[in-house]
T-cell receptor, first 112, second 114 residues
Framework: SQQGEEDPQALSIQEGENATMNCSYK?????LQWYRQNSGRGLVHLIL?????REKHSGRLRVTLDTSKKSSSLLITASRAADTASYFC????????????FGAGTRLFVKA | NAGVTQTPKFQVLKTGQSMTLQCAQD?????MYWYRQDPGMGLRLIYY???????DKGEVPNGYNVSRLNKREFSLRLESAAPSQTSVYFC?????????????FGSGTRLTVV
């Protein structure tokens, strides 16, 4: 089964509102990454947070990581129609190696 | 533009036909990956190459083979295509996991097997 599970599966908000997506995982990780995918395109890396970090910011993005709960959240503030996309979390295991595992994604729709 | 280039972008195959998906990166990354994306299932790792000269199986390797031709190129081959291999295939590269850069993805190959 997938390591990362995003919640909700789909989210619809108005432009200007904040969007929060959550990711839960099952085993210990080295880092957790968030990606965006626009329809019909490849994934674009947004932000990486390491297991010893609790919060990270990048522009309008804020990511938190709670390793005790094995969960992460992605907050997009002041959303725009251009933020409409699918968002995926991906986890890299702390055992090393290269098998980063992706969740099924959250589909975000921002209405103008 | 720097990045990961995949060819072809679209392909229709008949059951039993073979084909090779090509991938090249120009970022001097050590590691390269092939994923498939199916509706509602996220991305699943098919094969990866940690560095030039090495390849390893991922989560769903059956029915596929790979070749790390050199540091830039990593190809995926379907020897005898099956309808279950209908999917969108993504190639990605990374310097190494955990270095802060994440993965860079190509734009994908949409494959239909009839």
């Amino acid at each position: 089964s997938q390591q990362g599970e995003e919640d909700p599966q789909a989210l619809s908000i108005q432009e200007g509102e904040n969007a929060t997506m959550n990711c839960s995982y099952k085993t210990s990780i080295n880092n957790l990454q968030w990606y965006r995918q626009n329809s019909g395109r490849g994934l674009v890396h947004l932000i990486l947070i390491r297991s010893n970090e609790r919060e990270k910011h990048s522009g309008r993005l804020r990511v938190t990581l709670d390793t005790s709960k094995k969960s992460s959240s992605l907050l997009i503030t002041a959303s725009r129609a251009a933020d409409t996309a699918s968002y995926f979390c991906a986890t890299s295991p702390d055992t090393g190696g290269f098998k980063t595992i992706f969740g099924a994604g959250t589909r975000l729709f921002v209405k103008a | 533009n720097a990045g990961v280039t995949q060819t072809p972008k679209f392909q229709v195959l008949k059951t039993g036909q073979s084909m090779t998906l090509q991938c090249a990166q120009d970022m001097n990354h050590n590691s390269m990956y092939w994923y498939r994306q199916d509706p509602g299932m996220g991305l699943r790792l098919i094969y990866y190459s940690a560095s030039e000269g090495t390849t390893d199986k991922g989560e769903v390797p059956n029915g596929y083979n790979v070749s790390r031709l050199n540091k830039r190129e990593f190809s995926l081959r379907l020897e005898s295509a099956a309808p279950s291999q209908t999917s969108v295939y993504f190639c990605a590269s990374s310097e190494q996991p955990g270095t802060g850069g994440g993965y860079t993805f190509g734009s994908g190959t949409r494959l239909t097997v009839v």
